[in-house]
T-cell receptor
Framework: NAGVTQTPKFQVLKTGQSMTLQCAQDMNHNSMYWYRQDPGMGLRLIYYSASEGTTDKGEVPNGYNVSRLNKREFSLRLESAAPSQTSVYFC??????????????FGDGTRLSIL | GIQVEQSPPDLILQEGANSTLRCNFSDSVNNLQWFHQNPWGQLINLFY???GTKQNGRLSATTVATERYSLLYISSSQTTDSGVYFC??????????FGAGTTVTVRA
């Protein structure tokens, strides 16, 4: 039972490069989320997808795009990476529609460094 | 959005000690969760607890929604309890707002 799987686990980019972070869940959850975690801080929501076919902005969406490819997969794209986007990125999912009465389950994270 | 404050920011415990972590939030919530981030960075959901009390082994949590706080109790702490504990609250159907966390170090 894999739960939430993120790839890659580590990545180093140069400023201006683009890349896509992948996330897949096998729990048949409707809602999926992308967060970033910076040193000494809690997680901040970048984007979320309440259900297949919908996406919406969170607290810190600038510089990112997302795609809900199907019910299982939710990707995060950096079009032109900037040093300020150096962070640890977490994908999460929850059952039902949204998080009412539902716990969130997290992947192991992607550590992204932008030089 | 809702403000979430956790205290203390850091906690050092001797193995076997008990401790209480606190989470205060600024508005009514319909979802409160506690997470443990282990030293390898993995985030584990400990409790979904919008109100009342729950227990899971040596851990228990209480949320008093009317007074806008939640407490996480660690009893008979072990070195494997080390890490960062986060409280997160929902401010609408889809968004969780996280506190800055309490870093717990349990010494053998």
């Amino acid at each position: 039972n894999a739960g939430v799987t993120q790839t890659p686990k580590f990545q180093v980019l140069k400023t201006g490069q683009s890349m896509t972070l992948q996330c897949a869940q096998d729990m048949n959850h409707n809602s999926m989320y992308w967060y970033r975690q910076d040193p000494g801080m809690g997680l901040r929501l970048i984007y979320y997808s309440a259900s297949e076919g919908t996406t919406d902005k969170g607290e810190v969406p600038n510089g990112y795009n997302v795609s809900r490819l199907n019910k299982r997969e939710f990707s995060l794209r950096l079009e032109s990476a900037a040093p300020s986007q150096t962070s640890v990125y977490f994908c999460a999912s929850s059952g039902g529609l949204g998080i009412i009465n539902q716990p969130q389950h997290f992947g192991d994270g992607t550590r992204l460094s932008i030089l | 959005g809702i403000q979430v404050e956790q205290s203390p920011p850091d906690l050092i415990l001797q193995e076997g000690a008990n401790s209480t972590l606190r989470c205060n939030f600024s508005d009514s919530v319909n979802n409160l969760q506690w997470f443990h981030q282990n030293p390898w960075g993995q985030l584990i959901n400990l409790f979904y607890i919008p109100s009342g009390t729950k227990q899971n082994g040596r851990l228990s949590a209480t949320t008093v929604a009317t007074e806008r706080y939640s407490l996480l109790y660690i009893s008979s702490s072990q070195t494997t309890d080390s890490g960062v504990y986060f409280c997160a609250v929902a401010y609408n159907d889809y968004k969780l707002s996280f506190g800055a966390g309490t870093t717990v170090t349990v010494r053998a």
